[in-house]
């Protein structure tokens, strides 16, 4: 019995030493401050816990606004463009402007005058955006600053309980993704990425497509930005004594696909990102910097040895339910304009850029309730011209009817912007959740740290965190949330006769400013 006993011992013994000497889990510090580890041959990020007290965001609904009242920061390149956008939505109150720059928040005046709208207050200087936040008569902050002041300046439009609007990147690495995502949450407040390029034509016509079954289950999508800006490079705000401007620097300074937004938001929309599928595997590589350094050198005259980023980035994305996303990123190669929008599905295909078009074949057309007038119509090549313009014709997206005609009078990017920002109006006067919600914005930006950490170890694959944390199943298939037509004519009138209203105040206050 004694044996025994010692037997025993021995044995709790040698479990209790080898437990204690079990190698630890390393844990790594990314450049950005982010903790991740090995698993696996996976570089897990872990998805920090929902602080107590707090609720998802999905479908998130605030009280109607009569009347939307919106503060604007960042008056250089975008930010004056949105400005007179808005005055174009009626039930709009633009009650201030703001810019680093005095000068420009001020030259955004004449958007207003021109609309006979009342002269908006200015705030300008570093910390401008803070007193502009403090208001307690604005409900939306529209962000269009350089990428940098974008966070800064939405964590203190929610933080003083304000819906923000952010122009992209809306976050430049995970830390911001959380805390915006965290706000958002605890305030019970709008967080919107102003994703343009979800609104554009093709793109709006194609998601119909895609949700009516035209091209049967998609299993692959691919988008990209790729636009050379030799062309804009020295426009982009210098301050001090910056010679480079604020996005060639921060190309130089950070790796990865630092706008990803373009290309990955639209296909993000048709394949129900958190709305039944997540992103959660990725692979990314980039080709070695060779014209970033050269404009660097060209800039600053001298020898640039350290950019990060590549010419070329190429991201690979896998999906919950084993779909493949493909998106690059290029602003340095001469090459054509390419937002590369590709959906290939069981039983169909389209593609925009460098060619756009359809491919189906006759019974899938049928299927789809367009009869073709080609008898022998096949996938194996896009469409003719007819087939499509009445297939364009028959899943006409609802916001293109409603909308399209006053974009491109309007205009912005073809109307894009002006539907985009309609779209974000539209829906925070008829008390409905926004086209985008915070775990977009999350998601589309992630791909900047996610990637160069992909790439700084070996072109690794990345665990993508779940931004929903655990609720990207609740909702089934993306939508665009409508107001019933009593409802939605109901808060057009109410902001017909704001907007009338603040035309005849603006009409005389420009008046009177006229006289001194």
């Not at 479990?15 to 390393?26: G, I, L, R, S």
């Not at 129900?272 to 050198?297: Q, Y």
């Amino acid at each position: 019995m004694r044996k025994i006993s010692l037997l025993a011992a021995g044995i709790c013994a040698f479990f209790m030493v080898a437990c204690t000497n079990k190698p630890q889990q390393e844990v790594y510090t990314s450049a950005y401050g982010t903790s991740w580890h090995w698993e696996k041959g996976t570089i897990v990020v872990d998805t920090p816990e929902r602080p107590a007290g707090q609720e998802h965001v999905l479908g998130l609904v605030t009280p109607k606004l009569s009347v939307v009242r919106v503060g604007f920061v960042g008056l250089g390149m975008r930010g004056p463009g949105a400005v007179e956008r808005f005055t174009h939505i009626p039930g709009v109150d633009i009650v201030a402007l703001c810019d680093y720059e005095k000068e420009r928040a001020e030259g955004c005046q004449k958007y207003l005058q021109n609309a006979s709208l009342p002269p908006a207050d200015i705030y300008y200087g570093e910390k401008g955006y803070e007193e502009l936040c403090k208001r307690e008569d604005i409900d939306l902050v529209y962000v269009a600053t350089d990428w940098e002041h974008h966070f800064p300046v939405a964590k203190c439009a929610l933080e003083n309980g304000k819906h923000a609007a952010i122009e992209v990147p809306s976050a430049m690495n995970l830390e911001q993704c959380w805390e915006l995502i965290n706000l958002s949450e605890k305030n019970r407040k709008h967080c919107m990425i102003l994703e343009n390029c979800c609104y554009d034509w093709f793109e709006m016509n194609t998601l119909n497509m895609a949700q009516q079954g035209v091209f049967g289950e998609v299993l692959r999508a691919q988008g990209a930005y790729i636009h050379n800006l030799d062309e804009f490079w020295p426009y982009y705000w210098k301050n001090g004594e910056d010679k480079m401007g604020w996005r060639l620097k921060y190309n130089r300074e950070h790796r990865g696909d630092v706008y990803a937004t373009h290309g990955l938001g639209p296909v993000a929309q048709a394949l129900n990102i958190h709305r039944g599928d997540r992103m959660t595997t990725l692979v990314a590589m980039d080709t070695k910097a060779v014209h970033g350094p050269e404009l660097v050198e060209k800039a600053i005259g001298e020898k640039c040895t350290d950019f990060r980023n590549g010419d070329h980035t190429t991201t690979l994305i896998r999906t919950e339910n084993g779909k493949v996303i493909e998106i690059q990123h290029n602003v340095m190669s001469p090459q054509p304009y390419n937002r590369l929008y590709q959906l290939t599905g069981t039983k169909g295909f389209a593609n925009k850029y460098p060619v756009e078009g359809y491919a189906v074949d006759a019974s899938q057309m049928k299927a789809s309730g367009v009869q073709p007038k080609v008898d022998n119509l096949t996938s194996h090549g896009f469409m003719p011209e007819s087939e499509m313009k009445a297939l364009v014709d028959k899943y006409q997206h609802p916001i293109l009817k409603k909308y399209g005609e006053m974009a491109k009078e309007v205009g912005g990017h073809g109307g894009m912007d002006f539907i985009m920002d309609s779209r974000l109006v539209y829906c925070l006067q008829n008390g409905l959740p926004l086209d985008m919600d915070v775990y977009d914005l999350a998601e589309w930006c992630s791909l900047a740290e996610l990637g160069s950490l992909s790439m700084d170890n070996g072109c690794a694959a990345v665990r993508i965190p779940d931004f929903t944390r655990g609720h990207w199943n609740d909702v089934q298939g993306f939508k665009h949330a409508y107001a019933s037509e009593a409802d939605e004519a109901a808060a057009m009138k109410i902001a017909k006769e704001a907007t009338a209203k603040l035309k005849e105040e603006g009409a005389k206050a420009w008046a009177e400013a006229a006289k001194k």
